[in-house]
């Protein structure tokens, strides 16, 4: 069998060491471009975000509706699978700037775009799923394990009474190691 040899890529021997360092110098100019692009995007994300306020993990102690209409639209329920009467809350989790989920009484997770007035004392929510569900609150905190919700959800008269759940989540405490020592 016969032994197939590439020809070379020039006849003279400098041509070749530059066409070696050209392929290098691209090389290095992707990596670093990708390393750039890599670092701006997690700035962008991660590090110019900071903490959203109303951040965390909130719960239900009371919520109040004044009447008996839907608190959900039509869609929303429907998308949902939802029932009449299913659109109370149970939690409330804000984890990023404009973007919070509610978790209902059933479990089911509705994800809502949020805006926080700068003066922190206006809470407005909308429903990508569906534009015509909104609520507008005015809160207040109390320290920081306190939260008072005060306002209409799709027109309806509500009041939210929720608390933290601050240092309960194992992945974020201090105390979570990916090595656990039993002792």
Not at 96 to 119: M, R, T, W, Y
Not at 168 to 175: A, K, N, Q
Request: proline residues 4%.
């Amino acid at each position: 069998m016969a032994r197939i040899t590439e020809p070379p890529l020039a006849d003279s021997g400098s041509a070749r060491r530059w066409a070696v360092l050209v392929q290098a110098a691209l090389g290095a100019c992707f990596f670093a471009a990708n390393l750039v692009g890599s670092v701006h995007a997690y700035a962008l994300h991660h590090g110019k975000v900071g903490k959203a306020p109303l951040s965390g993990i909130w719960e239900v102690d009371e919520f109040k509706a004044s009447n008996s209409q839907p608190l959900l639209t039509n869609k929303i329920a429907a998308e949902l699978h939802l029932g009449a009467g299913e659109g109370r809350w149970s939690r409330f989790a804000v984890e990023q700037p404009g973007e919070a989920v509610l978790q209902l009484q059933n479990g089911v997770l509705d994800f809502v775009n949020i805006a926080v007035s700068k003066d922190h004392t206006v809470l407005d929510m909308n429903d990508s799923a569906d534009p015509n569900w909104k609520a507008h609150f005015t809160f207040r905190l109390e320290g920081e394990k306190l939260l008072h919700l005060q306002g209409a959800m799709n027109g309806v008269p509500v009041e939210i009474a929720l608390h933290t759940r601050e240092g309960t989540f194992r992945l974020t405490s201090d105390e979570y190691h990916i090595i656990r020592n039993y002792k």
